[in-house]
């Protein structure tokens, strides 16, 4: 009965030991950089509840390309063009895109009734962002549509709806969060790009790619529930609005408004989760390389080692 014991005590002992040497996947430390804005809305969530995440939230897409060459990174949260760009101008890219969570949340915003993107043929129209997503949206649909419009090109979104709510500008190009923001100030009529993306290619299944998550390599195995964890965030986006923001802004102090406004902002952020991603990036970056800023995305469309496979 003695040596039983010392026997079990032995077990418990070395099996202690044992579970003491492992570190459970969970468990360890995940590091991430997002832009701040539509990314780090959705984000705070899952990094708070998932704990033991280093983040950086930033603004613009310097530190995001030195994130990329350095790889270091775990996780990067990027513009899809970009992570296309950096892999195609660093043959030791080590990331790969596992989904875009945020997609087109682009809209018009102005003074004038507007119904349709047409009527905005001879108009003056403010658009942020000249050559990114936002410009090569907007010179899309007026390709499309063969219209003229005037435009001034400004630096950000802030500088857009500034714009607009000092009247120096009628009508511009805007985004969510700030359009929110913009609609908690004053009366616009507003017109999502998103719906007229759709009837240009014809189909309203295909959506324009903004912000995706690009996961190191190295770390996709202790990184896999945290994707996992993001991933039904955005799919039940709708059932935890408060929780989203309220998180959101415990990590990012550039989300200093009201939280009401950022529940509002919830509903035309357009987190989602496609099945048919690859489609929707490559018509985008067809139609960027037809406008003749294929640079902006490597100059080809991304082969099979840009996406991660499960």
């Given at each position: 009965?003695?040596?039983?014991?010392?026997?079990?005590?032995?077990?418990?002992?070395?099996?202690?030991?044992?579970?003491?040497?492992?570190?459970?996947?969970?468990?360890?430390?995940?590091?991430?950089?997002t832009p701040t804005g539509t990314p780090s809305l959705i984000l705070g969530k899952s990094i708070t509840e998932r704990g033991n995440?280093?983040?950086?939230?930033?603004?613009?897409?310097d530190a995001l390309k030195a994130a990329f060459i350095k790889g270091e990174k775990d996780i990067i949260v990027a513009p899809v063009n970009l992570g296309a760009l950096m892999k195609a101008s660093n043959e030791s890219f080590s990331y790969r895109m596992v989904?875009?969570?945020?997609?087109?949340?682009?809209?018009?915003?102005?003074?004038?009734?507007?119904?349709?993107?047409?009527?905005?043929?001879?108009k003056d129209v403010v658009v942020f962002g000249q050559n990114s997503t936002p410009d090569i949206i907007f010179r899309s649909l007026v390709s499309y549509y063969d219209i003229a419009p005037t435009v001034t090109y400004v630096s950000s979104v802030a500088e857009a709806n500034g714009m607009l709510l000092s009247n120096k500008a009628?009508?511009?190009?805007?985004?969510?969060?700030a359009l929110s923001v913009l609609l908690s100030r004053g009366t616009y009529n507003v017109l999502p790009l998103k719906d007229e993306w759709g009837k240009m290619v014809g189909n309203n299944e295909i959506d324009v790619p903004q912000a995706a998550i690009f996961v190191n390599i190295e770390a996709e195995d202790k990184c896999k529930s945290f994707l996992d964890r993001i991933k039904?965030?955005?799919?039940?986006?709708?059932?935890?609005?408060?929780?989203?923001?309220?998180?959101?802004?415990s990590i990012d102090s550039n989300?200093?408004?009201?939280d009401s406004i950022y529940i509002d902002a919830l509903e035309r952020c357009n987190y989602k989760i496609c099945d048919n991603q690859k489609q929707s990036i490559e018509l985008y970056f067809n139609k960027v390389?037809?406008?003749?800023?294929?640079?902006?995305?490597?100059?080809k469309l991304p082969d099979e080692t840009f996406y991660y496979s499960k």
């Open positions: 009965m003695k040596l039983k014991k010392i026997f079990v005590g032995l077990l418990s002992l070395l099996t202690i030991i044992s579970l003491g040497g492992c570190v459970k996947k969970d468990d360890e430390e995940i590091s991430l950089i995440v280093k983040y950086d939230i930033v603004q613009g897409p989904y875009t969570i945020v997609w087109c949340n682009y809209y018009i915003a102005s003074n004038d009734s507007i119904t349709s993107f047409s009527e905005l043929d001879g009628h009508t511009i190009v805007t985004a969510e969060p039904n965030d955005i799919e039940n986006v709708k059932s935890n609005k408060d929780t989203i923001v309220r998180d959101a802004k989300l200093t408004s009201q390389i037809e406008l003749g800023l294929g640079k902006t995305v490597g100059g």
